[in-house]
């Protein structure tokens, strides 16, 4: 599919780069209960890292880059010993401990530790190929909303934790989209973000060999490969416009370009503004060329996530800032007209909503792979900043795997 549905001269590009960026990914050990279809992580028993080894690699974060939050990943990192420790430490220094987790290990009295040790939030990824057992066994992406429910309620219930979702789109789960994001409307109080990331691994049809340096690597000892050839190139246009079939409004303010192609939507945002009866409508580029521009000069740097007091801020977002934003606006004239209908609505707060489609790594015809340029999600690894999708080839290779078309 072309991306003819949308134009990013007409979306902000967010203004992260490799320096200066929202985002930092954190991991403090490999081990996971869950196993995903399509995980770029080997999964490891005796893989945590000592505290120390964590301090130090946040200090390279904070050496090289600055950053709004740590997202905390894995492996996943409610199995960490120390994570109630690294939270606080992660708070101590300034930057917001985000917790990316599938929930499976999370209690209200861990939930209730860490938030007194200072998480702001938590991403949890939820989705039907993940291989959970119990009640969510074989449940589709829809029945899962029920899990996914369970999670965002607990952290409501808690208070002002930042409560985001994410969730891999495969081939055959892609039509199931647009009901999530009419989910998130419906819990829009209690849900600030929804996240959907196209699959990505190496499949037998891809039409190249596979070299560490001048070596070449047998691409079934990568560790994110299918034997079975798999749809992966789904783009984040393809997941834009199964929305868009169900809800034409829907309209993308922001974008993160890849590294070779400048019109391509890596990572697409849209940010829309409603309570759980309505959606009012969608901010525009000024509106996030606003946050994002204001957040640095007062925080410097890029915001990332936002709490639940923040994104309760949505009637004052359009009653103050429309002048700004043309999207914006014509949000707010909606809001009017509904409180003009019935003026006890003025008591049901709006709020802002996120929701995030994420394109991985493509892969060219001339064997050139195209990254998300001011990637969010870098990590750390032998004191360098790295992608942590890619992370596996270094440690196993040394070196990121170059793609090379075959004779």
């Known amino acids: 599919m072309n991306n003819s549905i949308v134009n990013h001269s007409e979306l902000y590009r967010m203004?992260?780069?490799?320096p200066d960026n929202a985002i930092s990914w954190l991991e403090p050990t490999s081990l996971c209960n869950l196993a995903c279809d399509g995980c770029y992580r080997k999964n490891e028993k005796n893989s945590h890292k000592s505290l120390e080894e964590v301090k130090h690699e946040l200090d390279i974060f904070q050496q090289f880059r600055k950053t709004d939050c740590i997202?905390?990943?894995?492996?996943?990192?409610?199995?960490?010993?120390?994570?109630?420790?690294?939270?606080?430490?992660?708070?101590?220094?300034?930057?917001?401990?985000?917790?990316?987790?599938?929930?499976?290990?999370?209690?209200?009295?861990?939930?209730?530790?860490?938030?007194?040790?200072?998480?702001?939030?938590?991403?949890?990824?939820?989705?039907?190929k993940q291989g959970r057992a119990g009640e969510w066994k074989n449940k589709n992406e829809i029945e899962l909303n029920d899990l996914r429910y369970e999670y965002a309620r607990l952290l409501a219930?808690?208070?002002?934790?930042?409560?985001?979702?994410?969730?891999?789109?495969?081939?055959?789960?892609?039509?199931?989209?647009?009901?999530?994001?009419?989910?998130?409307?419906?819990?829009?109080?209690?849900?600030?973000?929804?996240?959907?990331?196209?699959?990505?691994?190496?499949v037998p049809q891809m039409p190249f060999n596979w070299y560490a340096y001048d070596k070449q690597v047998d691409w079934q000892n990568v560790m994110y490969h299918s034997n079975d050839e798999r749809n992966v190139d789904i783009k984040s246009t393809d997941i834009l416009k199964k929305v868009k079939d169900k809800f034409p409004e829907f309209t993308p303010s922001a974008y993160l370009n890849g590294t070779d192609k400048?019109?391509?939507?890596?990572?697409?945002?849209?940010?829309?503004?409603?309570?759980?009866?309505?959606?009012?409508?969608?901010?525009g580029s000024k509106f996030m060329e606003?946050?994002?521009?204001?957040?640095?000069?007062?925080?410097?740097?890029?915001?990332?996530?936002?709490?639940?007091?923040?994104?309760?801020?949505?009637?004052?977002?359009?009653?103050?800032l429309w002048p700004f934003d043309k999207k914006l606006k014509t949000a707010t004239g909606k809001y009017i007209k509904y409180f003009a209908g019935n003026p006890i609505r003025i008591f049901k707060k709006a709020h802002l909503q996120t929701i995030l489609f994420i394109q991985p790594v493509d892969f060219m015809e001339d064997g050139s792979q195209v990254m998300c340029d001011g990637c969010p999600d870098i990590t750390v690894h032998n004191d360098k900043l790295v992608w942590s999708c890619r992370l596996e080839e270094p440690k196993q290779f040394g070196t990121f795997l170059r793609s090379v078309p075959k004779n």
């Open 262 to 283: 400048s019109d391509s939507y890596k990572w697409m945002f849209t940010e829309r503004v409603g309570n759980k009866e309505k959606i009012f409508g969608y901010v």
């Open 290 to 320: 606003l946050i994002m521009s204001s957040y640095h000069l007062f925080n410097d740097s890029y915001l990332s996530y936002a709490s639940p007091k923040t994104t309760r801020m949505g009637r004052s977002s359009m009653l103050l």
């Open 15 to 18: 203004p992260w780069t490799l």
């Open 71 to 128: 997202s905390i990943a894995g492996g996943d990192p409610l199995l960490y010993p120390e994570i109630i420790n690294l939270v606080a430490e992660i708070k101590s220094r300034g930057l917001k401990p985000i917790i990316n987790t599938n929930g499976f290990a999370l209690t209200k009295e861990l939930l209730l530790e860490l938030k007194m040790a200072g998480v702001f939030g938590f991403t949890f990824h939820v989705d039907s």
């Open 157 to 202: 219930d808690v208070g002002n934790i930042s409560c985001s979702f994410n969730s891999t789109v495969y081939e055959d789960t892609l039509d199931y989209v647009p009901e999530l994001i009419n989910w998130a409307h419906k819990n829009i109080d209690i849900v600030q973000t929804m996240v959907f990331i196209a699959f990505r691994h190496i």
